[in-house]
């Protein structure tokens, strides 16, 4: 039994995505669409701020998209296994007496 001052080595790996603007970038952009239909009048027409919010949507979506596709293919295949895979007593079940 290992001692209480240690920490046992892990038995797997967790691989945590990387920090992203994106879905901050995405939200911008979706406000500034909706902006754009119902902001009329403000420095520029409507419009404008709608195909220069999609415009811009659709370049952070394909940024998040690529990145989220590159994170998945740098992981690991298969982790190899460090732990028991059967229980090491018997299961029985409680009030069982053998």
Do not use: N
Not at 39 to 65: Q, T
Not at 82 to 88: F, G, K, N, Q
């Amino acid at each position: 039994m290992a001692e209480p001052d240690q920490i046992p080595e892990p038995t797997e790996l967790v691989y945590l995505p990387r920090a992203s603007w994106a879905p901050a970038g995405l939200a911008a952009m979706i406000a500034l669409i909706v902006v754009g239909i119902y902001g009329e009048g403000f420095l520029f027409r409507g419009w404008v701020y709608s195909i220069i919010g999609a415009v811009v949507f659709l370049f952070v979506l394909r940024s998040a998209i690529s990145g989220a596709v590159r994170d998945y293919y740098s992981r690991p295949r298969a982790q190899r296994s460090r732990s028991a895979v059967l229980p090491a007593a018997t299961l029985r079940p409680p009030g069982s007496s053998d």
